[in-house]
């Protein structure tokens, strides 16, 4: 990575979007927030303690801090800023300016993971649903019942989720094209508009309403009792207290030290209560990076950044995946309208299609066209990584417009695998919360990855040879695979090396123009850092609850399940101190 400039990287993430015109208005006044505040008013002179600590107010960390704040005093710790007011967050069409804004306040923090993939993390209230592409879907039965969790409670959590954020999406020509043609190419049945993970074909909910405003984990708040729930933001957490008194069973974690967005030092501490706790929903990036800066983790790792060892255990940072994803360009006749993720093929092969189309030409919006496809960037795929410069964007960007606009007129359709197989790992350059941890995911190191790529690639094939998809294109009767791979070489946007037989052999076209979809987790998985309640092994009092504990990605798209485990673990941790009876 140290091949890429700074303002080359970032000129990089200016295109990494899905885009969707849209109309909006400001929702923030009707819903009855409690008051975001700044980390600066916190005042450690008052002593105030709280029941929980909550660090991360992103997407279970939201619905967690309102459940809990119904019976107790909560404290919601959130590195970023506020997702309301923010046209970048709320107005589709400006989706792609904040993952192209490097200013430390930015709602998305970029970074390039050692496979060469670009990639972001969440820095909002609200987290991952504050920058997402929306689409929301639940996990199967079977991802439940792996999980250990009280199915009644779930299917009481979806719909709590549910009547707050999720609405139906109204379908776009693309997503109409693409249902129709998967159940063409046999990925059947049509399973209608229906939140449920079924195999077929379905639309799925968006957290975009009529208008195309987006409604995020942060509107969860308003669920929360104001009098029990204060939310900080810009409280960037550097590392959790421990008690580690001589005599004492285990360490017990008691506070958290966090830094304000001025920089100053403050300490914010539980209440003595047996039940007290500090709760890490921080993310798959953001929680085992916490828990090694607090002294949790391997302890060659520990001593290698001078971190006091609080607790060894060799797991944490490990088992890091990504679902690939993979997708086929195709060129358009005219310009098809915008859509996000609307339309699902769940296939039997363990593989998911969606599509994406259009892009967003608002007053104040900067002018790509393909997303994190985009056609503008891709050629520098083509460019030896020694030559890779931001002189290179500049001269590409400046030849472009004047290229005819229907050269960048189309759409994708995406393959992503159910998974993955292979893993990977996460270790600390330095010392420095608001530092990038170095990340590995390991892309179809494990062969049945790769195998159900080709199986995807072949899937989206056959739905392009159908009549539906036909009328799109440019010459009104498909182009050959081949022309349309190697279309989609140079669209796919990441910074491994690309091969010339990418178009005769599938296997290589998926390991060359591998991207993500941010569904990464683990780090911090159940049985080996976290128990079945996500309480951490070997200490008392900290919990991680978000998708770092999760060994494979909940359903299509994660977050509607990570939004409901924040409320899930709300009610269960109620109910253990409460009893099953807990109003909530």
Not at 240 to 253: D, L
Not at 359 to 376: K, L, N, T, W
Request: aromatic residues 8%.
């Amino acid at each position: 990575m140290a091949l890429i400039s700074r303002g080359f990287f970032f000129k990089i993430l200016a295109f990494l979007c899905f885009i969707r015109s849209s109309q909006g208005r400001n929702h923030f006044n009707t819903l009855d927030l409690p008051s975001l505040m700044k980390a600066s008013s916190f005042s450690t002179i008052k002593h105030e303690t709280y029941d929980y600590i909550i660090v991360g107010g992103g997407t279970a960390g939201c619905p967690l801090a309102a459940t809990l704040s119904q019976k107790y005093r909560v404290l919601l710790l959130e590195r970023g800023g506020s997702p309301y007011g923010n046209r970048n967050i709320s107005y589709l069409e400006n989706f792609h300016i904040c993952l192209a804004d490097d200013s430390p306040n930015s709602p998305s923090q970029a970074f390039i993971s050692t496979d060469g993939v670009i990639n972001a993390r969440a820095r909002v209230l609200g987290g991952g649903t504050s920058v997402n592409a929306g689409f929301y879907s639940r996990a199967d039965s079977s991802f439940v019942q792996d999980a250990g969790w009280d199915a009644e409670l779930v299917n009481q959590s979806y719909p709590w989720i549910e009547e707050r954020v999720v609405h139906w999406p109204n379908i776009s020509p693309w997503q109409a094209a693409l249902r129709d043609g998967l159940l063409e190419a046999g990925v059947s049945p049509y399973n209608g508009y229906t939140y449920d993970h079924l195999f077929g074909t379905k639309v799925g909910g968006t957290i975009f309403d009529e208008t195309g405003y987006r409604h995020t984990a942060a509107d969860l708040l308003a669920a929360g009792n104001p009098n029990n729930l204060r939310v900080l933001l810009h409280a960037s957490v550097n590392r959790i207290i421990f008690n580690t008194e001589q005599g004492k069973r285990k360490p017990r974690a008691i506070g958290v030290e966090f830094k304000d967005e001025n920089g100053g030092n403050k300490h914010a501490f539980l209440t003595r209560n047996k039940g007290s706790e500090i709760i890490v929903s921080a993310g798959a990036i953001g929680s085992p990076q916490l828990l090694l800066l607090s002294g949790i983790g391997p302890r060659k790792e520990l001593k290698k950044h001078n971190i006091s060892v609080v607790l060894r255990n060799e797991h944490v940072g490990k088992g890091m995946s990504d679902n690939p994803l993979n997708s086929i360009f195709i060129p358009t006749k005219n310009a098809p309208k915008q859509s996000l993720i609307e339309t699902v093929g769940i296939t039997e092969g363990g593989v998911f299609i969606e599509a994406s189309s259009g892009f967003s030409q608002s007053p104040d919006s900067i002018h790509c066209h393909h997303g994190i496809m985009s056609a503008e960037i891709g050629q520098l795929s083509t460019i030896p990584p020694k030559q890779r410069n931001l002189a290179s964007v500049q001269n590409y960007v400046h030849n472009k417009y004047s290229l005819p606009k229907e050269v960048f007129s189309g759409g994708f359709i995406l393959s992503k695998i159910d998974g993955p197989l292979s893993t990977g790992n996460l270790v600390l350059v330095d010392t420095d919360i608001n530092s990038n941890p170095t990340v590995t995911f390991n892309y179809f190191k494990h062969p049945k990855d790769l195998s159900r790529c080709v199986y995807g690639i072949k899937t989206v094939d056959r739905i392009l040879k159908t009549n539906h998809f036909s009328n799109f294109t440019l010459n009104g009767g498909g182009y050959p695979t081949e022309i349309l791979l190697n279309m989609s070489v140079t669209a796919n946007i990441n910074l491994i090396p690309k091969h010339t037989n990418d178009s005769t052999s599938l296997e290589q076209f998926c390991r060359d123009t591998v991207v993500t979809i941010w569904h990464y987790h683990g780090g911090c998985h159940v049985g080996k850092v976290v128990d079945q309640q996500y309480r951490v092994i070997g200490v008392s009092g900290l919990r991680v609850i978000d998708g770092s504990t999760l060994f494979r990605s909940p359903g299509t798209n994660p977050q509607a399940t990570v939004m409901m485990m924040g409320r899930y673990m709300g009610v269960r941790i109620l109910r253990g101190r409460l009893g099953r009876t807990a109003g909530v």
